[in-house]
């Protein structure tokens, strides 16, 4: 698949999360699946998503144990990402993303240990526009699944050599 298909698909996907603020997660648990909202940062959409959250959640756990999640957005158009979560701790990419809610919200610093971020390593999204169109696009990390697109099976893939 050529570079500028691959853009423009990550273009698509950008748009329609763009404007969203809150996303619900889903994590799997010992007796089933769990989600709960989550307000996404506000960063340029490359294939990862971010969100804060404590160490001593629920969610902390089960992506320590299973790192397999689904988050999905709801507004003019409804969009599912399937993913690898990953906690990540690196005090300057907390300070990076980083506000004065978060501050009120979680009543800490972004430099307190207990406070991690959730990267989401996107690997395939669905989306439904307003006339029930469903597009499929799939983002195989090389370095995630070790998979190239022939061995998708689904409508499109984007390779990103991350």
Known sequence: ?????????????????????TA???????DGLVSRPMKTQEVEFNGDLWFFTKKETDKYE????DQDVNVAYAGDS?????????????????????????????QTSYDDPEVVLIKVNAEAAEYWDSG??????????????????????????IELDK
């Open 62 to 65: 089960e992506i320590l144990h």
């Open 132 to 157: 029930n169109f469903t597009k499929k696009i799939a983002f195989f990390y090389k370095r995630m699944t070790g998979q190239d697109s022939e061995s998708a099976d689904i409508n499109e893939t």
């Open 78 to 106: 409804y969009v599912s990402v399937r993913g690898r979560a990953e906690i990540v701790e690196d005090v300057e990419k907390k300070k990076e993303f980083w506000n004065k809610g978060h501050e009120k919200i979680m």
């Open 24 to 30: 619900m997660l889903t994590t799997a648990t010992e």
């Open 1 to 21: 698949m050529s570079n500028k298909l691959k853009q423009e698909e990550m273009e698509t996907l950008r748009e329609l999360i763009k404007d969203i603020d």
